[in-house]
């Protein structure tokens, strides 16, 4: 099945100028996307650090280590453990050098001990 079709139409604006809205193939307008927000899951002692386990920020898109960055100076406490922590984008973990999308599903897993 495909997925529905956008049409952007053109709309007069009240100055007489044309505009683009999105608007769904039923014709409906389509609200504004939000892809600069990205989505932050933390999970185990990084989570507790935190004290919550997801944020969502603002992110206009960079690499791994410039979010690192943007974590640590949001949370300093945090720093630290971010350092030492798996980052995974979409279930697949991501190098420091990985480019994350705005709008992106990220989890950070900090390191696991047992026995």
Not at 19 to 30: F, I, K, L, N, R
Not at 62 to 68: D, H, I, P
Not at 86 to 91: E, K, P
């Given at each position: 099945m495909n997925p529905p079709a956008f049409i952007p139409p053109v709309v007069k604006s009240s100055g007489g100028h044309s505009?683009?809205?999105?608007?769904?193939?039923?014709?409906?307008?389509?609200p504004?996307?939000?892809s600069e927000i990205l989505r932050i899951t933390f999970f185990a002692g990084m989570a507790e650090a935190v004290g919550r386990r997801h944020l969502d920020m603002q992110w206009a898109g960079?690499?791994?280590?410039?979010?690192?960055a943007m974590l640590a100076a949001e949370c300093p406490a945090i720093g630290p453990l971010?350092?030492?922590?798996?980052?995974?984008?979409?279930?697949?973990?991501?190098?420091d050098k990985t480019a994350v999308p705005a709008g992106s599903d990220v989890a950070i897993i900090p390191p696991v001990s047992g026995g």
């Open positions: 505009t683009s809205q999105p608007v769904h193939a039923s014709g409906q307008a389509m504004p996307p939000q960079g690499s791994v280590e410039q979010l690192r971010l350092a030492r922590s798996a980052v995974a984008l979409a279930g697949i973990y991501a190098s």
